[in-house]
């Protein structure tokens, strides 16, 4: 149960939040949000005291940026108060105590809050002029080892001492929040430390380091005119490790008398060669540790490394208490539960996780999601899907692990797509690709679940159910855990696409009313009484928002419909089977082709859905046009049938 201090900073954040984005000029805020010296001050000794982590602490330095922004003095007190005592990363990496942790914690949130438009630059700007950017600059400079070097030498014993300085963390953090979407502090930190960001981006630490690094990177990368800087280091350093490879791989075939020729061809020295004729290469999906896939271990199981942590099914839900379930994220590497379980066993001083995070690329992992391989027996992936399960009850805190749950999580992974959200924030590594080639592996688990309890035409049902209710209903579930984009994520499992394309327009149409509904702040009276939208708890409108209040929902819709008529393209039924059973043997028997199509998916998402600047533009990527003209047309249709505005 929340606080009352909690629920006053979380109205003032939505309340400074909504002024920031509505407010058309920077004049105009300033003449909203004003705060005097005494109040800003109090904030601070509030904030420095806290413990940092907590939800408090993080809304509290949320706030504080907000009600000093186009204000100098006020920023410059705000700034000035963590400057000579907080920021002074010499004395700190010879000693410090925990309230100095606390302090320089403080910092980083509040540079990682800065919001990243016109606005927040003013505050950017204010921590340039003050040195702030070229103090952290400076730090790198002068204690990252000197050198020209290209590939980072894990046993650099320079390195290994550098990246265990205390500061080094929090300026990496800081760094990467100055940065995003300002030029000055981009243009600052390529024109000095690029070459030492991207050494430390190759370091593997207990601190990740090298992910920290890599986000500072990243946001440096978006500046037009600096960013090929980053794409120029990391280029060298590909080609570097090209040539290492290639000389390692002629010495190795020297060793068993083998050598390359001038087109790059394998000859043989001498008459070894014919022992080597029976040896293949291992196609499609292979464990980290053996090396060995389906083609020379075809009974064994594999599975995927992931990450998974408890989370609200819906955080828009009216609830006093929101309904609990978890996500999931992975890196997309895969082991042997066999190999896994020897490693184990071999690393007895060592947790089991721990000792999975060296061959998850120092990602963090709690679970073993199960793939039942062409050859693999139904009982060998049961049980090893009954110990993934197991994982997830011993992270979520949930017995029994439904397909209900499953559903959410493929959600929650589509919302993440959507909203362009960071997969690697929680596990340190893993990106976009990496969990849209698990996705498919996800659903075959949800879809052997409902299989298994034949609950695919029950789903579909109530699938149907959904689609057919009263438009007296719509408001409520645009609130429910089960509302619209809970139906669409099952839909992707239980519809052909043949089907799809028959119900498409209805779902998405639901879904733009989803956002419009919530953007409007109809509250609980009006989701109680959901026929009566002009309850007490809001006012649903017939006017259409901005793009960017119907972007999510767009692109959520987007991402499904490319999987359904992409991903799951060419999956043959038989007569007498159902969709369900049809798709989840076709995922079982083509990994080649979902890597393919993944890749090809997000390809389309990110180079032609994500720059979409109008509904327009989203529907002509999705082959809508001829159902739907006009975006608004759509979302008044589903509008005017709520009996309240009808």
Same mark, same amino acid.
């Given at each position: ?247 390692? !791989? ?346 393919? !199509? ?49």
């Amino acid at each position: 149960q929340p606080s009352l201090t909690e629920t006053l900073l979380e109205l003032l954040e939505r309340l400074l939040v909504e002024a920031a984005a509505t407010l058309k000029s920077v004049e105009a805020y300033q003449g909203f949000a004003t705060a005097t010296v005494g109040e800003i001050t109090s904030l601070l000794e509030h904030a420095v005291h806290m413990r940092p982590g907590t939800d408090l602490h993080h809304r509290l330095m949320r706030v504080l940026p907000f009600l000093t922004y186009t204000n100098q003095s006020n920023m410059g007190l705000l700034i000035n108060h963590f400057d000579a005592a907080v920021l002074n990363f010499t004395q700190f990496d010879e000693g410090h105590t925990v309230e100095d942790e606390a302090r320089l914690e403080a910092w980083v949130a509040l540079c990682d809050g800065i919001e990243r438009n016109e606005l927040g630059n003013t505050m950017k700007n204010e921590i340039v002029s003050l040195g702030i950017v070229s103090r952290c600059t400076d730090y790198i400079k002068n204690n990252a080892p000197p050198g020209n070097q290209i590939l980072l030498k894990t046993d650099n014993p320079a390195w290994k001492e550098f990246s265990m300085k205390p500061s080094i963390k929090y300026i990496l953090r800081a760094l990467a929040g100055l940065a995003a979407n300002h030029p000055t502090t981009q243009k600052a930190i390529a024109a000095s430390v690029i070459n030492s960001l991207h050494l430390l981006e190759q370091m593997s630490s207990d601190e990740h380091l090298g992910s920290l690094a890599e986000a500072v990177l990243e946001a440096v990368r978006e500046n037009p005119e600096v960013g090929g800087k980053v794409d120029e280091v990391r280029s060298a350093t590909r080609e570097e490790k090209k040539k290492l490879a290639m000389a390692m !791989r002629a010495k190795q075939l020297k060793s068993i008398g083998l050598k390359t020729n001038e087109k790059g061809q394998v000859k043989a020295e001498n008459s070894l060669l014919q022992q080597f004729q029976t040896i293949g290469e291992e196609s499609g999906l292979a464990c980290v540790i053996c090396r060995e896939g389906y083609r020379f271990q075809p009974t064994k199981v594999l599975a995927i490394y992931t990450f998974t942590r408890r989370c609200p099914l819906e955080e828009c839900e009216k609830a006093m208490r929101k309904t609990m379930g978890f996500t999931t994220v992975s890196h997309f590497n895969l082991v042997h539960v066999d190999c896994h379980m020897a490693a184990v066993r071999q690393a007895r001083s060592r947790d089991e996780w721990d000792s999975a995070l060296l061959q998850n690329a120092n990602t963090r992992c709690n679970g073993l999601l199960p793939l039942w391989g062409p050859g693999v027996t139904e009982s060998a992936f049961a049980a090893s899907l009954a110990r993934h399960n197991a994982y997830l009850s011993d992270v979520t805190g949930q017995r029994d692990i439904s397909y209900q749950n499953l559903i959410h999580d493929l959600k929650l992974m589509l919302l993440k797509f959507a909203e362009e959200k960071s997969f690697s924030v929680d596990s340190g590594g893993g990106g976009p690709q990496s969990n849209l080639h698990t996705l498919p592996y996800l659903a075959h688990v949800a879809l052997y679940t409902i299989n298994s309890s034949r609950a695919n035409a029950r789903e579909e049902r109530s699938l149907e159910t959904w689609l057919d209710s009263p438009p007296s209903a719509w408001v409520s579930q645009a609130y429910a855990v089960d509302g619209p984009f809970y139906q669409a994520a099952a839909a992707m499992l239980l519809l052909s696409p043949e089907k799809w394309s028959q119900k498409r327009v209805h779902i998405l149409q639901r879904l733009l009313l989803t956002v419009h509904i919530r953007a409007g702040g109809v509250g609980t009276a009006a989701v109680a009484a959901s026929d009566n939208a002009g309850a007490e708890g809001g006012t649903l409108k017939m006017e259409i928002a901005e793009y960017s209040v119907y972007r999510p929902a767009l692109m959520f819709f987007a991402m499904v419909d490319l999987i359904i008529k992409d991903m799951w393209a060419g999956v043959h039924t038989k007569p007498d089977q159902d969709w369900c059973v049809s798709l989840a043997e076709w995922i079982r028997h083509n990994d080649e082709a979902m890597i393919s !199509r993944s890749s090809s998916v997000l390809s389309t998402f990110q180079e032609d859905l994500i720059p979409a600047q109008d509904m327009g533009e989203v529907f002509d990527v999705c082959g809508l046009l001829a159902e739907i003209p006009s975006g608004p047309s759509a979302i008044l249709e589903v509008l005017s049938q709520i009996p309240a505005l009808s």
